[in-house]
């Protein structure tokens, strides 16, 4: 008998009670594993997420998170192989273990980098700019971000068993969260040597990771208002999942990914012999073959032109014959087995309904030539490509899990939109086309029911990542059918495992809170000026003030002829006086920046290694000739590089005239050392 799949929960390995139902691989038949998750104390482990794993997260800043994710990421990549030998008996070719395994490491990588380049090295996350409540500036509110006290369950589907557990992992352990992962049971024995890995790499604090094989048995019971749960599977068991009774009454954060008709529509202008014809084609098998078409964003409806009908199935019909189905380990294999023989019984039953309203162009769904493998023992399917008609009802509502498309004619732009609609929502879609008007009109028309779209063509075709591929930086779910729930989206699905608060307070304390200086709250003038300090000794809210300083003509005059901007309302008094917003000649915004730069800048070598940018300059009202300014630099934000010898330091510029009027805002960004030897 194989051997039983082992929980990680409540900080240690756990045996299940019984012998547990067999998992079998994908391509012999043979037994590789058992599964069950009897004698788990679900409570138990949910309890332990909050105590042990969830402190343990909100001790460390986002920075110190997306270290973690990097580690992991690497020691990942490192012992991928494991992953490869394993991910071949769930009937993944090389290229599709590749996709998955390698898909999944990206993803951990990917958040590691936003959350050092797009999140502050704190435990808050500020969102939003500062909201003024009252005339006085007395009373202001904004938006911060903290992680919720409770528990990400994650259960993720069998079809992506390393990328599904990582792509719902990264974001929550960055937001703060810990997770506790269920995967489908078919493949369970990929995921579980994942978390093998994990484990034995020690990177992670205790109780940030559980994993669960096996059924979730009474885990919903135990659920908070706290707690978070992200689902991959089929609509109707998210249906099921979302009306359990605990997550209704105590309104638990639900996000579902769930069955997915998704289309491609291949333009007018997409003539055979044309690059867009070539790519729609390929587009079309890869999804097709690529997974064995187990994939959620896999191409189901491939819309297409009444009059290219015909070429488009011939094209795709000739690399179909030449796609070799069989085991992954054998050379010139390009398509493996399903998950299981349950699945494929699923595809075939999908398959008959699907060819009950057209007709099969290629491939029989009973019987397959394969190479290296029994056929029946082993869950092996044909590629099937149908050609249905769009007025039926079952190519919008049947989705053969598997290598199955259907080519479905259209006659105009409006009715592909209308087609479009009948699926109901789906998580993918593309346009494969040259034509940007035909693009704009489909993209908008048929947007409101994807949740990503992609327009191909011989541009961007070399860059393109393809139809079916979710991206971090990008949102992946979709609407009605597919789900209603978003994961991914780069900084979005960190929030998701947040709770946003609006705060409320005067300037004073809402600095204090945030960590980030805000209008009216107290500056310091000190008599070091602030660039003179280490990035240690600087403290929110140290200012300097310079100035005045008086502009003149002949400053604008020489700016204009050193830079070559001489614009009419600087430098043409008759022009300038016709300006309803002018009425006479005005200093260059540029001019004004410089101008504030030169009266707060200390020339000497310091601690203040570079000026890297500038944010939100906005120039508020017109400087004229003889205008004294003054600038106030004042510091905002301070973000330490936890293994650089420097950190970038935010100050708030506000420049203003002799009457104490603004004339320019904006954010100076600067890198600022460390002490000697600190990191």
Request: glycine share 10%.
């Amino acid at each position: 008998m194989a051997p039983v799949l082992r929980s990680y929960v409540s900080g240690g390995w756990h045996r299940p009670a019984e012998e547990g139902r067999p998992l079998f691989d994908a391509v012999t038949g043979e037994e590789v594993a058992r599964i069950s998750s009897a004698g788990i104390d679900f409570a138990a482990a949910l309890e332990h997420g909050r105590r042990a794993g969830g402190p343990a997260l909100r001790e460390l800043t986002f920075h110190q998170r997306a270290a973690l994710l990097k580690a992991l990421g690497q020691h990942l990549r490192e012992h991928r192989d494991r992953l490869y030998a394993v991910s071949a008996r769930t009937g993944a070719t090389p290229y599709d273990s590749r996709f998955d395994v390698d898909g999944g490491i990206g993803v951990l990588l990917a958040y590691a980098s936003k959350g050092r380049r797009e999140l502050p090295n704190d435990t808050v996350y500020v969102e939003g700019a500062v909201e003024p409540l009252g005339r006085g500036g007395t009373f202001v509110g904004q938006h911060v971000c903290t992680p919720l006290h409770g528990v990400a369950v994650q259960i993720n589907a069998f079809n992506f068993p390393v990328w599904g557990p990582l792509e719902k992992f990264a974001p929550a352990f960055l937001a703060g969260v810990p997770s506790l992962v269920k995967p489908a049971s078919p493949t369970a024995y990929l995921t579980a040597e994942l978390v093998e890995l994990i484990v034995e790499s020690g990177l992670l604090p205790e109780g940030s990771l559980q994993f669960v094989a096996g059924g979730v048995g009474d885990l919903f019971d135990h659920l908070t208002e706290q707690d978070l749960v992200a689902f991959t599977g089929s609509a109707s068991t998210a249906a099921k999942l979302r009306a359990h009774p605990t997550i209704v009454q105590r309104a638990v954060r639900f996000t579902a990914e769930a069955d997915s008709l998704n289309l491609s529509v291949l333009g007018p202008d997409a003539a055979p012999g044309t690059p867009e014809f070539d790519l729609y084609v390929d587009g079309v098998v890869t999804e097709m073959t690529v997974k064995a078409g187990q994939k959620c964003t896999a191409i189901r409806r491939a819309f297409v032109p009444e009059r290219h009908v015909d070429a488009v199935v011939e094209a795709i019909t000739e690399r179909l014959a030449r796609t070799t189905v069989g085991n992954p380990a054998s050379e010139g294999v390009r398509m493996g087995a399903l998950a299981s023989l349950e699945q494929r019984e699923e595809v075939r039953r999908s398959v008959k309904a699907l060819a009950d309203a057209g007709r099969i162009v290629f491939g029989d769904p009973e019987k397959v030539d394969v190479v290296d493998a029994d056929p029946e023992r082993g869950a092996f399917v044909s590629p099937i490509l149908l050609v249905g008609d769009p007025e039926r009802a079952e190519p919008h509502e049947v989705e053969a899990f598997g290598p199955v498309s259907t080519v479905l004619p259209y006659a105009s732009t409006e009715q592909v939109i209308d087609y479009a609609a009948r699926g109901a929502g789906s998580l993918a879609g593309s346009v494969v086309t040259a034509d940007a008007a035909f693009a704009r009109d489909v993209v908008l028309g048929v947007a409101p029911w994807h949740g990503r779209l992609l327009v191909l063509n011989r541009a961007d075709a070399k860059e393109s990542t393809g139809h079916g591929s979710p991206l971090p930086a990008l949102v992946h779910g979709g609407p009605g059918r597919a789900g209603g729930g978003e994961e991914l989206g780069g900084i979005r699905g960190v929030l998701h495992h947040m709770q946003r608060t609006a705060v409320q307070a005067d300037p004073d304390t809402l600095t204090a809170i945030t960590g980030r200086w805000v209008t009216g709250a107290r500056r310091t003038v000190t008599d070091v000026h602030p660039f003179r300090k280490h990035l240690e000794e600087l403290r929110v809210g140290d200012t300097i003030v310079g100035g005045p300083r008086r502009v003149t003509q002949e400053d604008v005059e020489h700016f204009a002829e050193f830079t070559g901007d001489t614009f009419y309302a600087h430098m043409d008094a008759a022009a300038a006086a016709a300006n309803p917003l002018f009425g006479e000649r005005v200093a260059h915004g540029y001019l004004v920046v410089s101008l504030a730069a030169g009266l707060f800048v200390d020339p000497d070598p310091g601690p203040v290694l570079a000026n890297f940018g500038v944010d939100n300059l906005r120039f508020l009202t017109p400087v004229r000739f003889g205008d004294e300014l003054t600038v106030t630099l004042t510091c905002k934000q301070i973000t330490p590089r936890d293994t650089a010898p420097y950190g970038e330091v935010r100050w708030d510029a506000d420049i203003t005239r002799q009457d104490g009027e603004s004339v320019a805002r904006y954010d100076v960004l600067t890198l600022v050392a460390k002490k000697e030897g600190q990191r």
